[in-house]
């Protein structure tokens, strides 16, 4: 009986095999009858170490089993390889590796940092980002200048030298910069925590303050060589917005119109005798009715803890179609001097040259600035230049200004060369 059991499994292991396309000797070899005496003994396997360990004897389903566990791919095996046509099932996706020259989509160009451009880092987070990532960023700005105030003197420098440690996970991030070409070599030094759907966010550290739509666009995307005389004079002479320590809070509703509004408290200015003052407040709400059409308004308010003695309060709108960009921003308040209007606008179009990734990028753009305190002066500026862009790696930029800035007796041309490269 025992003889006869082998033959039957035997013939339908060799079945088995032909039917699943496996070579005869795939099948395990029909096992000896043993007596009585052998069945009551385990079998043992011999080890490299020379240990033995015990292991059950196969059975006939067993060995039945294991012809079939040999023909069909295991999860150890991996997904199927090869041609097309060597996939089992029709539907079934081929993998890049079985297609001859098949590459990796090009995902584009990655989002500016946090800390420079905190609306495109919100197309990131739409997009949606690995749980866990780590990167180092830096950029290099190299500029030329030849100005008419100076009898048209040649002026080169690195105006910009920046590297940073960026760090996401998936309700923290943050994020370290420095300037090396700036005075203040800090930049961003700031933590972000927000909610699983990204509609809650807080902000602590050192950033931008939402003050001014020009301020906070990053340096890289924007067409001008700086930006611009009005954001010059409120921020870097009055000292009104620009990057401070401070806490904010952020609420953005992608559904309602892509509602953003951000508000909090930062640390204040220097007196007359260069003491510290006591908290500035700033708050800014933008709206997205359309996909080609932003509009924002934003505020600043110096020391809201003492009373506020100056402040301003300015509206702006983005308008993009067609590779044409055109933004246009007012604002007015107090100043030291006395109140003040300014307006500015800036319109650039941005023509892709082929399918390498360059791009041409003509730029025009117009300001004016009014002080009607006790002293009365007026500042205005034209600029027209031209980009020249590769991907997202580098940029020429050419560009005249001709403007009177406050404190100038009369209206100057200045003409500068900007070459700039950065790493992500």
Do not use: C
């Amino acid at each position: 009986m025992g003889g006869r059991g082998m033959e039957e499994q035997g013939w339908r292991g060799l079945l088995v095999a032909v039917l699943l396309g496996l070579p005869a000797g795939a099948v395990a070899e029909p096992v000896e009858d043993a007596g009585a005496e052998d069945a009551d003994q385990p079998l043992t396997v011999a080890q490299e170490d020379g240990a033995q360990a015990p292991a059950p004897e196969p059975t006939s389903e067993d060995a039945l089993d294991g012809a079939v566990a040999q023909a069909m791919p295991g999860g150890s095996q991996g997904p199927v390889r090869g041609a097309p046509e060597q996939v089992n099932e029709p539907g079934a996706p081929v993998p890049d590796a079985a297609v001859p020259g098949a590459k990796k989509k090009n995902k584009g160009p990655k989002a500016d940092t946090l800390g420079e451009a905190p609306a495109e880092a919100d197309k990131a987070d739409d997009k949606g980002k690995p749980s866990q990532r780590i990167r180092v960023f830096g950029r290099v700005f190299a500029k030329g200048t030849a100005d008419e105030r100076a009898k048209y003197q040649r002026d080169l420098g690195i105006e910009s030298a920046r590297v940073g440690v960026a760090a996401s996970l998936s309700n923290l991030e943050a994020e370290v910069s420095a300037d090396l070409a700036s005075k203040t070599i800090l930049k961003d030094a700031f933590v972000r925590l927000a909610n699983d759907a990204k509609q809650l966010r807080l902000y602590a550290g050192r950033f931008k303050s939402p003050f001014l739509q020009r301020s906070l666009e990053s340096a890289w995307s924007l067409p001008l060589q700086g930006r611009g005389l009005v954001e010059d004079y409120l921020t870097d002479t009055n000292d009104l917005g620009g990057r401070r320590l401070g806490l904010m809070g952020e609420v953005r509703l992608k559904e309602a119109w892509g509602l953003k509004l951000s508000a909090g408290l930062f640390e204040g200015g220097e007196g007359p005798q260069g003491e510290r003052l006591s908290e500035d407040g700033a708050a800014r709400l933008s709206l997205r009715p359309f996909k080609f059409l932003t509009v924002g308004a934003s505020t600043y308010l110096t020391q809201v803890i003492d009373g506020t003695q100056r402040y301003a309060a300015a509206a702006d709108a983005e308008l993009t179609l067609w590779g044409l960009s055109l933004t246009g921003e007012v604002a007015r308040g107090q100043l030291a001097l006395g109140p003040f209007m300014s307006q500015s606008v800036l319109a650039y179009w941005t023509v892709p040259v082929g399918h390498s990734g360059w791009a041409v990028q003509p730029m025009v753009g117009a300001e004016a600035l009014q002080l009607q305190g006790g002293i009365q002066a007026q500042g205005h500026a034209l600029t027209g230049g031209f980009n020249v862009l590769l991907a997202d790696s580098f940029k020429a930029q050419v560009q005249a200004e001709r403007a009177l800035r406050p404190g100038d007796l009369e209206p100057a041309l200045e003409l500068s060369l900007q070459l700039a490269t950065r790493f992500r």
